[in-house]
Structure formats: structure tokens, C-alpha cells
Nanobody, 119 residues
């Protein structure tokens, strides 16, 4: 069982920055690939960024490439999302997701943290 707790959201002006954190419980954090997702009002949840269990590989949605950076620190069971040059369209609830990298491929979600970008 993995519990995920996001933090770091808030209100920021256009062009500003925020750093989200997602802290995971449990002793097996390093076997989970991790991801950040977001959901804006009236829209479906979408993938923002992913990172492999070792942190050796990352991927990003086209809409955030060059502005967001995902990272992880397995020593403290935490992943991060550094968000720079924020835009109004980045406004959403941001969720982290843990994906076990082999069978049974269990997934876990955090409760989300609100990010609001004002223009």
C-alpha cells in the first residue's frame, strides 16, 4: 500500500513559478514509476509528466515541455514538479500517481493540490 500526499499548490501570477511535492509512504517507493497529472474544471484528467523508478528517464506533455521539470528523491520518498513560466491554462488540480513497474502494476493516486494562475 502506498499513500501519496501532494503539497505546494497555490495562487501565482502569470509567469511565476511553483514547486509541487508528492510525498509517498511505504518502503518500496523506488519500485514505482511516478507521474504528475492535472484536471481543469470541466476537462478530463491529463498527463503532465512522468519519471521512471530510478529517475533516469522523464517525459512531458507538449504543453509543458521546457517549462516544467519532474524529479524525484528516492531517499526521502518524494517526487517534485518544478513549474516555471506559468500560464492561465496551467490552472488545475494537480495529482501525483504511483505505478508499480511490474505485476500486478498497482496504481495509487494522491488527493490533489490546486494550482491557480492569475492573469
Amino acid at each position: 500500500q502506498v499513500q501519496l500526499v501532494e503539497s505546494g499548490g497555490g495562487l501565482v501570477q502569470v509567469g511565476g513559478s511553483l514547486r509541487l511535492s508528492c510525498a509517498a509512504s511505504g518502503r518500496t517507493f523506488s519500485i514505482y514509476n511516478m507521474g504528475w497529472y492535472r484536471q481543469a474544471p470541466g476537462k478530463e484528467r491529463e498527463l503532465v509528466a512522468t519519471i521512471t523508478s530510478s529517475g533516469g528517464s522523464t517525459s512531458y506533455a507538449d504543453s509543458v515541455k521546457g517549462r516544467f521539470t519532474i524529479s524525484r528523491n528516492n531517499a526521502v520518498n518524494t517526487i517534485y514538479l518544478q513549474m516555471n513560466n506559468l500560464k492561465p491554462e496551467d490552472t488545475a488540480v494537480y495529482y501525483c500517481k504511483a505505478m508499480r513497474q511490474w505485476a500486478p502494476y498497482t496504481t495509487y493516486w494522491g488527493q490533489g493540490t490546486q494550482v491557480t494562475v492569475s492573469s
